[in-house]
């Protein structure tokens, strides 16, 4: 295992022409050795590219990239130890189970022994046990891809595992299996696991740290509830959570107030320096409450339409024109017709310019 870092790292796929475009614009990053992390983002994002910039597929055109302090920026992809794992399995069909996990092992010169120990440990983990004497060829489509993930897993001194939507092809109460063997996989062996996805719900299951890129771009770094609770942008607002963040054009009154609608509501941010500016009001529907009464932070809104979706009740409620969502239990009492509408000042972000205050 190693330290990864990316200094000064962008990538341009046409870096020599006029109308030179960054599929990676210029960042630094560190990834914590035995991290576990996810890029959760949208298509065409960097993703793949950031992963493969790291795996030595893509050389980076600008920026250095050190393994442990060492500069690996000009080495090949087998000189930097990293395993990775692609969308479609990629395994030799003419080999046994055992001998596809064994391989990258066996190239590298290990001891039987050894390898024999490692090999079974690792079917154990991938539940691939039973399957060591058959022909990789037979196996379902999702137990080809346990042994591609298991090929980058035998190896205990990789620096890391990159994974680039490894579970695509796998069915979804598997995938859930697998995230959780993965996450086990992680503490165990203590391996750097880098897992690309476009799917929040597998970030948010897999990683400690989800990487959030948008255009090239990283725009946050943070745990799953670091990203819930306060994101960044309001790009992450939307992008995380189901409904997305409430968001609503809002102006700041005094240090800690703004005014939205012209009602006035207390916010937990420092609002000096950006009065009669417009901003944004972002606020999770899982925290906005229903009042009996008007008191502090409650708006009077009416009832649009109340959507079942099984364990929650998703209430969509109309203040003078602006649509609110707002997400509670399937027990709770929703009024009919207007109702009062409280919003927890620790949970209302301020947005400038679409960047949080
Ligand atoms: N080999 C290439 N040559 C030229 N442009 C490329 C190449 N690979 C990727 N790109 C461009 O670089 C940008 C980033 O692509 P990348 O594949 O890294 O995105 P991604 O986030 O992995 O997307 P997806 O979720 O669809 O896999 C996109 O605009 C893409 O079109
Ligand atoms: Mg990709």
Redesign the pocket.
Known sequence: MAQIKLQNIAHS??ANAKDKKY?LKPFDMTWVDGGRYAIL??????????LNIMSGIVTPSEGHLLFDGVDVTEKTTSERNIAQVFQFPVIYGTMTVHDNLAFPLVCRGYDKSFIKAKVSEVAEALSLENFLSQSARKLTADQKQLISLGRGLVRDNVAAVLMD?PLTVIDPDLKFRLRRKLKEINQKYKSTLIY?T?DQNEAMTFAENIIV?DD?EIVQIGSPAELFDRPKTTFVGYFIGAPAMNFFGCKAVNSNTINFNGTEITTTTDLNGIKNKDLKLGIRSEYIRFSDVVGENTIHASIESVDDWGNHKLVTADFDGNIIKIKVKRETEVPTDRAFLMLPAHHCCVYDNEILV
């Open positions: 796929y046409n599929a983002g949208p298509s065409g994002c960097g993703k793949s590219t950031m939507e690309v476009h890129m090239g």
